[in-house]
């Protein structure tokens, strides 16, 4: 088999071809003509896992990266089988001249072969159908080539039958108006294969570029968490070390305390008497430090209960002036008890006085009472007084509630939401 026809190349693409019918296919698509033969068998990769068949390494690789299929068993060889080139164009012929008409239809006729060397090999005592298929098979080239073809094929079965084939028919010649179209429409059909082939690896290296960009991303996010780990793992182990190092320095401490003890000839270890006087003297030590901190923030009113009143007050009144005058009135009253606490006549006032009412709207008291007015025991419904005695605490409720004023009178969209 070493010297027989395994494949046929095309000269114009180097592609390799398994028999005359795929190379006509290829000529087809492709508008290439010249092919030779060639020892060289087609190749077969089989997948382990799909039994794909591959005959390049460009299909082996589009099929992997389909796929994720990396296993390929060479079955090469083993498919590797002779061809008969002649008696493939031969049969190809032969159904190119039945197409269209009845089998039976067909007239079937000797191959014409050389006479004289037909006549040599008759002469050698080879039987006439042996002598007709040799020179056919070997390409009538002569007596040598045929005695070498029936070497070579002498356990055929039908080597003494007479060689049939069907009569060729000369097909009609084409205008050159056909020839062209018909190689434009070739390669048309070749550009389209292409232009499949090239979209189809350009999805995959898009596939290839995502599938890349998310293992980087996960690596990343792999190399951030480790070093996030071996910070803290950093941090626990430096902690450790610094307790132990405060550990070591006490025990030194009360080592150096101890020895010192004993050199002025007290006993080692403090006395009951000795740890009273030291916790008696941490007890003060601490009330001194909580003696000179500051004293607490007084606590904030609720400015969203006194905002509420107000724009109740502003949205119940159609009278806007009388609102503006309300709002004021509150804010001098307000202004006045913060600025000057220990005015007795700030923090003390008759809203039935007839002046005082003119000024104030209905609902002015309940604003008056969350700002920290409360009602004077004995002297009547209509007097409020500030019970605080001018506290941090009721200085810092007075001045919510002149925020809360000083925007009424200044934001135009106060109540408005």
């Known amino acids: 088999m070493a010297d027989e026809a395994l494949s046929l190349v095309c000269t114009d693409c180097n592609a390799q071809l398994q028999s005359v019918k795929e190379a006509q296919a290829h000529g087809e698509a492709t508008g290439h003509s010249n092919f030779e033969e060639s020892t060289e068998a087609v190749k077969r990769l ?13 299909e082996q690789e589009l099929h992997t990266k389909r796929t994720g299929h990396t296993t390929f068993e060479d079955q090469t060889r083993a498919a590797a ?11 190809a012929r032969a159904v190119e001249a039945g197409e269209g008409t009845d089998k039976k239809d067909v007239e079937l006729v000797e191959p014409e072969v050389d006479g004289q060397a037909l006549a040599e090999l008759e002469a050698m005592g080879f039987a006439r159908n042996r002598g007709v298929r040799a020179l056919h098979g070997s390409g009538n080239t002569g007596v040598e080539s045929a005695v070498a073809w029936l070497a070579d094929h002498e356990d055929d079965a039908d080597l003494d039958s007479p060689l049939l084939l069907p009569k060729e028919t000369p097909k009609p010649s084409l205008t050159p108006e056909e020839a ?6 070739l390669l048309a059909k070749a550009r389209r294969k292409r232009e499949l082939e090239e979209k189809e690896l350009q999805r995959l290296r898009e596939q290839e570029r995502i599938r890349s960009g998310k293992e980087l991303a996960a690596a990343a996010r792999l190399e951030a968490e480790l070093k996030l780990k071996r910070s803290m793992e950093a941090r626990r182990l430096e902690k450790e070390e610094e307790r132990k190092a405060r550990e070591r320095v006490r025990e030194m401490l009360e080592e150096d305390k101890r020895a010192r003890r004993v050199r002025l000839g007290l006993p080692p270890e403090p006395t009951p008497e000795e740890l009273e006087a030291e916790r008696a003297k941490a007890a003060e030590k601490a009330a001194q430090e909580a003696a000179k901190r500051l004293p607490p923030p007084p606590v904030i009113p609720d400015a969203d209960r006194l905002r509420d009143l107000l724009v109740g007050m502003k949205r119940g009144t159609s009278d806007a002036a009388a609102v503006t005058l309300c709002f004021q009135t509150l804010l001098r009253l307000c202004g006045n008890a913060a600025n000057d606490p220990g005015n007795a006549k700030y923090r003390r006032l ?9 000024r104030l709207l209905p609902d002015a008291r309940a604003f008056l009472e969350a700002a920290g007015w409360a009602a004077a025991e004995g002297e009547g419904e209509g007097v409020l007084v500030l019970p605080g005695a001018g506290s941090p ?25």
């Open 46 to 58: 089989v997948c382990t896992e799909c039994s794909k068949p591959c005959r390049t390494i460009v």
């Open 350 to 358: 008759n809203l039935g006085n007839p002046a005082l009412a003119a």
């Open 180 to 185: 062209k179209a018909l190689a434009a429409e």
């Open 81 to 91: 089988k002779a061809m008969s080139t002649e008696m493939e164009m031969a049969k």
């Open 393 to 417: 605490a009721e200085v810092v409720r007075l001045t919510a509630a002149g925020v809360q004023l000083h925007s009424a009178l200044n934001n135009p969209f106060f109540g408005a939401l």
